[in-house]
């Protein structure tokens, strides 16, 4: 409750001076005209008869000027001033079937079509499922903020899917599902982690196998100091799920060879990790047939998943072992790595961590906030994305 009335505050402040500063502009009008009025003595004239003409106008004047002033339209009353985070919308395409369309959705009402899309939330202990859904409305927020304009090249702020957030239509939840996660909703409206410069990249996964990696090390290029990978001894601490793909060996080569960056030409030989980030995910991976070619392990991930889909190569902490007709791959966590472990998270609010605690160990140095209200003004999402429907 605290963020929002922070922004109510905020919102309701040049409102007020505004309402204020016209009712005295209507007052101080109102009082000039009748002092004008009422001290302006009446022409003298010799001639009666253009003296009562003058006399006349100066009635006429008089009632007009009052019938005004007693008729004009006093400032309505200003409507509610609401969060920013209520007013503010987002562009999302959204699946139906075969059917993809874009909606404009309000941010809120987008976290509440994310939150149980992403988070498990049945736990048998209600106060943990309160804790977990306030946590996931929180990253799905600040996520959607730092994220907005990922797909401005085809006209929209986010998909639905796992590139982006999953998220599926409020209105479908069962009735108790719905229920918790809006009240999650409304008391984290408007909250976002921060580390001072505005919403973070809030990046998520499901399970990190014991140590969240750096996001330079998974995908290149710098990363802020609260994506630098911090170690997770709570997601050990369930039944682990390691994973084991096998992939016969043609397969995998014409898997490789339907990206150029990954392509070994006629036949493939051999893959090897050459080097792996202190969390132990492939950073470099050799890829050896007719061709050479050396990748990042995150990157041979997505190649593969996107011909076998996201539970196919659960992550790059894995290990590979040749054999004659076909590759064994095999590894721990499952997801790119970056930021909060999910599975380790759910551990944290299980033994009674606050949600704030748990969102500053994955994310050292940053803190919740209210999130500015100049940083999301919804006529910057307008422009920056014209409305049009897609199909594909
Ligand atoms: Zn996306
Ligand atoms: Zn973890």
């Not at 946590?135 to 959607?144: E, F, K, P, S």
């Not at 919403?199 to 196998?209: E, K, M, N, R, S």
């Not at 997770?232 to 490789?256: E, K, V």
């Amino acid at each position: 409750m605290t963020d929002r009335q922070g922004i109510g505050i905020v919102r309701s402040g040049p409102d007020l001076v505004k309402y204020t500063t016209a009712a005295l502009v209507h007052q101080r009008s109102r009082a000039t005209d009748i002092h004008h009025v009422t001290s302006s003595p009446p022409p003298v004239s010799l001639q009666p008869r253009s003296w009562s003409w003058t006399r006349t106008l100066l009635i006429l004047a008089i009632a007009a000027i009052t019938t005004r002033c007693a008729t004009a339209p006093r400032p309505s009353p200003q409507p509610p001033v609401r969060p920013p985070s209520d007013t503010l919308t987002l562009r999302v395409e959204v699946a139906d079937g075969d059917d993809r369309r874009i909606q404009t959705i309000r941010l809120e009402d987008y976290v509440r079509g994310t939150v149980p899309a992403e988070m498990p939330l049945a736990e048998p202990d209600a106060a943990v499922a309160e804790r977990l859904a306030r946590l996931q409305a929180i990253l799905a927020r600040t996520y959607a903020l730092a994220h907005r304009g990922r797909h401005a090249h085809q006209g929209f702020d986010l998909c639905a899917t796992t590139h982006c957030q999953v998220y599926r239509p409020p209105d479908r939840q069962p009735a108790a599902v719905a229920r918790l996660v809006a009240a999650a909703v409304d008391r984290t409206r408007g909250l976002i982690i921060s580390d001072g410069n505005g919403p973070i990249q809030a990046l998520f996964h499901a399970d990190c196998g014991g140590h969240t990696s750096s996001a330079s090390a998974v995908w290149g290029g710098s990363a802020p100091a609260y994506l630098a990978g911090v170690r997770d001894s709570f997601c050990l601490t369930t039944p682990r799920d390691d994973w084991r793909l096998a992939l016969d060996r043609d397969h995998l080569r014409r898997i490789l060879n339907t990206t150029s960056d990954t392509a070994v030409g006629r036949h493939l030989d051999q893959i090897a990790v050459l080097t792996r980030d202190p969390a132990g995910r492939a950073t470099r991976v050799s890829v050896t047939g007719e061709k050479h070619v050396v990748v990042r392990g995150e990157r041979l991930r997505a190649v593969i998943n996107r011909q076998l889909g996201p539970r196919a190569f659960r992550s790059a902490r894995f290990s590979v072992e040749q054999q004659a007709d076909r590759v064994l791959f095999s590894g721990q966590g499952f997801g790119h790595g970056v930021g909060l472990c999910q599975t380790g998270a759910i551990v944290q609010a299980r033994h009674g961590e606050s949600v704030a605690a748990i969102l500053a160990h994955y994310y050292p140095g940053t803190w919740l906030a209210p999130h500015p209200a100049a940083a999301v003004q919804p006529a910057t999402v307008e422009r920056r994305h014209r409305p049009r429907l897609t199909r594909r």
